[in-house]
T-cell receptor, first 114, second 112 residues
Framework: DAEITQSPRHKITETGRQVTLACHQTWNHNNMFWYRQDLGHGLRLIHYSYGVQDTNKGEVSDGYSVSRSNTEDLPLTLESAASSQTSVYFC?????????????FGPGTRLTVL | EDKVVQSPLSLVVHEGDTVTLNCSYEVTNFRSLLWYKQEKKAPTFLFMLTSSGIEKKSGRLSSILDKKELFSILNITATQTGDSAIYLCAAISNFGNEKLTFGTGTRLTIIP
């Protein structure tokens, strides 16, 4: 069955380290998204991509980067992790905007920055 | 700036009660509104509403959109403990992209 997976599911790191969170989907969706979820803020968009080699900044993109070298993967990199980036991170994907706009979410990655 | 506001922030009711969750939005060139249910993991899709006044139903859950007043409600009748979750509302604009703007959610707790 098609799915969207994230790894690792849990990560503890130290301030200043580079961290990469993986997102992989097998639906062949063009669109992929990264969100972070924090108490009191709901889900906030970090970066998104509409296809290979396309990336765009969301509302909370500072300190994060993404790359899209193929359809299936959109890794999220924290260049120099900060304690403020402790959060739960969700990846999502959807078909092109000609079709349904439902976004399907991965299981999430809980990141703790000490 | 696009904005979605949900109310109440939290709600505690007894099993069997009916609840109404609210979502108001301010989105440039609004396209659709989506409801998600989030338990201890990722959000799962419930409804997508695009047209005003057409009720979407799925079992005990129903939702309706009012595009004139810019809000949506999610109703749950005969609540069960399995309905306990955070319910998220998200709005999407019609600028040719699919960015969702989420509300902070309503935490619903059903007491047996």
């Amino acid at each position: 069955d098609a799915e969207i997976t994230q790894s690792p599911r849990h990560k503890i790191t130290e301030t200043g380290r580079q961290v990469t969170l993986a997102c992989h989907q097998t639906w062949n969706h063009n669109n992929m998204f990264w969100y972070r979820q924090d108490l009191g803020h709901g889900l906030r968009l970090i970066h998104y991509s509409y296809g290979v080699q396309d990336t765009n900044k969301g509302e909370v993109s500072d300190g994060y980067s993404v790359s899209r070298s193929n359809t299936e993967d959109l890794p999220l990199t924290l260049e120099s992790a900060a304690s403020s980036q402790t959060s739960v991170y969700f990846c999502a994907s959807s078909e092109s905007n000609r079709g349904p706009v439902t976004q399907y979410f991965g299981p999430g990655t809980r990141l703790t920055v000490l | 700036e696009d904005k979605v506001v949900q109310s109440p922030l939290s709600l505690v009711v007894h099993e069997g009660d009916t609840v109404t969750l609210n979502c108001s939005y301010e989105v440039t060139n609004f396209r659709s509104l989506l409801w998600y249910k989030q338990e201890k993991k990722a959000p799962t899709f419930l409804f997508m509403l695009t047209s005003s006044g057409i009720e979407k139903k799925s079992g005990r859950l129903s939702s309706i959109l009012d595009k004139k007043e810019l809000f949506s409600i999610l109703n749950i009748t005969a609540t069960q403990t399995g309905d306990s979750a955070i319910y998220l509302c998200a709005a999407i604009s019609n600028f040719g992209n699919e960015k969702l703007t989420f509300g902070t959610g309503t935490r619903l707790t059903i007491i047996p």
